[in-house]
Nanobody, 122 residues
Framework: VQLVESGGGLEQAGGSLRLSCAAS????????IGWFRQAPGKRREGVSC????????YYANSVKGRFTIASDSAKNTVYLQMKNLTLEYTAVYYC????????????????WGQGTQVTVSS
């Protein structure tokens, strides 16, 4: 399984970014794939998780209404559309296999790529 993140960058507060996670090496529809982030000096946290086959989603409370997760099965890609960015969203964003419930989300394998840096400026 290989997941490669892209799409990060420098954006002003209030702006938008779309992150992409390109997946390969497995049957895309069989999994749940999500986004995690790690801000400087903080632990990595789950942001959003998507069940590819049924479209079920989970969003952390801090991003509800601002982030949208979606997939394109033709491209084996999961996207994270981020809008109305705030300074607190500055972090390295990672995609990974995930699972979730009403209580939260977590990664499946604790295996991480390089991530993509998102920096929000004032």
């Amino acid at each position: 399984v290989q997941l490669v993140e892209s799409g990060g960058g420098l954006e002003q507060a209030g702006g938008s970014l779309r992150l992409s996670c390109a997946a390969s090496g497995f049957t895309f529809e069989d999994l749940a794939i999500g986004w995690f982030r790690q801000a400087p000096g903080k632990r990595r946290e789950g942001v959003s998780c998507l069940g590819i086959s049924d479209g079920s989603t989970y969003y952390a409370n801090s991003v509800k209404g601002r982030f949208t997760i979606a997939s394109d099965s033709a491209k084996n890609t999961v996207y994270l559309q981020m809008k109305n960015l705030t300074l607190e969203y500055t972090a390295v964003y990672y995609c990974a296999e995930c699972h979730f419930s009403e209580y939260g989300m977590a990664d499946v394998f604790d295996t991480w790529g390089q991530g993509t840096q998102v920096t929000v400026s004032s």
